[in-house]
């Protein structure tokens, strides 16, 4: 299981894209080519721009289809955060 | 290069101030004022900075003002970005919730560390800082990540009391939307171009639906819906392009459009020739919608477009 607490690196408000990209990269496609579990952790991260989700697991998504979501999941997101991870996993499986 | 500051350009009234900007004999810039009053926008210091840094403190030509409201300038910070001297004195006041001075943005952490300072300079409710973080963030991402600028960004915002609004402008010196646009879509005019950079899911960077894994074409298009729905002004003005999002009347049921010519807007084609991109945004503070329900609706015409878009590309069965 990894567990990659989000507001540790991209703070209360997460939109620094190159961050995001860092996380993805580095740690959620690594973790998913080993067969891990993913959780990405909101937790005190109050806002999180569309632009920061979709660096962060866009490509997850069209690199392994929506069974990625079968394997990360989102902790702790409040309702803006989850809305907006929404809109991002909706256009995406739109787009596949 | 001249470019005059009239008694009052709002994003309302802005048009006469754009096509009055000769941005012919490039190597030099005059800047002129109202001798009157100056009440302006902050878009008007973001484009006058982002104009001043292309060229050397010496080409610059500043006349002497005579607006009694002439401090407003020095104390935005415009003299003191382009290295100008001012003979201007004013009182310092404390900017918390007041306004952000002409600020440049070249880098991503940079504005990182700019929007964690900003937020609690404007002392404002959560969800209204948020609303704004939001807006700044994705605006000055696209400059730093498209524009190709040499400068960056060029930021203002000022708090109006009387309206309760915050008014932000951003500049820049890049290439321009077409030129970002015409990587993946065909623009003929910087107008089209202006047009299919606010529709949801279009991006310069891929022509494949969902964007690159770094870019979506979504930030332009959100910033629009959080104008559209809180009824403020939202411009865009590139090349010879220009786009203005009016305000929606109080009446009028909300509805988000993916094509940005469906809304209530003017445009035009025809401006003086800006080499960049030039945004403005009003944030009318009591009328800030709860932003996630404006993700709903978001979420909705986002989908909705995708959808019909990929459809729009099916491949029709030949009946012989």
């Known amino acids: ?96 | 290069m001249k470019i005059h500051i009239p008694n009052s350009a709002f994003l309302g009234n802005i048009d006469p101030f754009l096509r009055g900007f000769d941005p012919s004999s490039s190597d030099s810039l005059e800047i002129t004022a109202n001798n009157k009053w100056i009440s302006v926008h902050p878009i008007v210091l973001s484009m006058i900075a982002a104009l001043g840094l292309t060229l050397k403190p010496e080409k610059i030509h500043c006349e002497k003002f005579e607006a009694k409201s002439k401090h407003y300038l020095a104390r935005m910070g415009l003299f003191k970005t382009l290295n100008l001297p001012s003979d201007m004195s004013f009182i310092e006041h404390e900017p918390a919730g007041r306004f952000i001075p002409v600020t440049q943005i070249r880098t991503s952490g940079e504005l990182t560390k700019f929007i964690i300072e900003m937020i609690p300079l404007l002392h404002l409710e959560p969800e209204q800082a948020q609303t704004i973080g939001y807006v700044v963030s994705e605006l000055v991402r696209n400059v730093i990540e498209h524009a190709n600028s040499k400068n960056g960004a060029l930021l203002c915002a000022q708090y109006y009391k009387k309206s309760n609004s915050i008014r932000i402008g951003i500049a820049d010196t890049g290439v321009g939307i077409k030129a970002t646009i015409h990587q993946s879509y065909p623009a003929k005019n910087d107008l089209e171009a202006i047009q299919l950079a606010l529709w949801p899911g279009i991006t310069g960077t891929t022509k494949k639906e969902g964007g690159t894994e770094q870019n979506a074409g979504a930030g332009l298009f959100f910033i629009k819906s959080i104008a559209t729905v809180n009824r403020d002004f939202f411009i865009i003005y590139s090349g010879h392009g220009f786009y203005k999002l009016l305000k929606n009347l109080p009446t009028k049921r909300l509805h988000l459009n993916a094509d940005p010519f469906e809304d209530r807007h003017s445009k035009d084609n025809d401006l003086p020739f800006w080499q960049g991109t030039i945004v403005g945004v009003d944030i009318t503070l009591d009328q800030t919608e709860k932003f996630s329900l404006l993700l709903d609706a978001i979420r909705k015409t986002y989908t909705t477009a995708v959808r019909e878009r990929k459809k729009a590309r099916y491949k029709k069965p030949r009946f012989i």
Do not use: W
Request: hydrophobic share 45%.
């Open chain 1, 1 to 96: 299981m990894k567990h990659i607490p989000i507001f540790e690196r991209a703070g209360a408000f997460a939109e620094n894209k190159d961050i995001a990209r860092e996380i993805r990269t580095q740690e959620i496609i690594p973790a998913l080519d080993k067969n891990e579990e993913v959780t990405l952790d909101f937790d005190r991260v109050d806002v999180a721009t569309q632009s920061f989700i979709h660096a962060l697991i866009s490509d997850v998504l069209r690199k392994y289809g929506n069974d990625a979501l079968d394997h990360v999941a989102f902790k702790s997101c409040n309702e803006t955060v989850q809305k907006i991870i929404n809109i991002v996993v909706e256009y995406m499986q739109e787009g596949l």
